[in-house]
């Protein structure tokens, strides 16, 4: 049997997300109708829309993550293997992020109030600051990949009062104490 090389099944992993994003009513590129590479105003309605803002950072940190994960599971992938398989993570994720599922959710339960998903664009951005992540946790080892994520964290918190960890807290059990505290009061 043959064996289909990492990049042919990335880009079919990539073609998949696009379709299923297309499905779920994601634009290709902000509404406004104009692209910028980085919109920093997570409150505005620029905020997913672009290739990068703030949130890009949790999506690197996703990239720590998911390369562990698949290193753990898959030892012997090959490296191009272990990014694809990283990428694939995160492209579910996009999809699952995307959904109106976790849109509604989105602006129940946590400070994107005028959240309405991403663009297939910002999905991109998403997946590149994964890959990046990736990248730079095989290359500085495991205790450097820690310090900086906790660092990353830490800078997200104190300039746009969210993070990766208050995403997930705030979208499994929100806590009200939290979303005050995002809100400025």
């Known amino acids: 049997m043959k064996k289909f090389s990492p990049w042919v099944v990335l880009a079919g992993v990539l073609c998949t997300m696009t379709l299923l994003l297309r499905l779920q009513g ?32 949790t999506h690197v940190l996703h990239g720590f993550m ?75 080892g495991v205790v450097k990949t820690l310090l900086l994520g906790g660092a990353i964290e830490a800078i997200l918190l104190f300039t746009i009062r969210d993070s990766l960890l208050l995403n997930i807290v705030m979208l499994i059990h929100p806590i009200d104490a939290i979303r005050v505290w995002q809100g400025g009061h």
């Open 26 to 57: 994601r634009l290709w590129i902000c509404a406004c109708g104009y692209v910028l590479a980085w919109s920093s105003d997570i409150n505005s309605a620029n905020n997913s829309q672009h290739l990068f803002d703030p949130y890009a950072f």
């Open 66 to 140: 998911f390369i562990a994960i698949v290193h753990l599971l898959w030892p012997r992938l090959s490296e191009s293997g272990k990014i694809v398989g990283v990428l694939t993570l995160e492209a579910l994720w996009e999809v699952i992020e995307n959904s109106a599922f976790v849109i509604h959710r989105y602006r129940a339960e946590t400070i994107s109030i005028g959240y309405t998903g991403d663009t297939i664009l910002n999905s991109f951005g998403d997946l590149l600051a994964c890959a990046l992540g990736a990248i730079v946790a095989r290359r500085i």
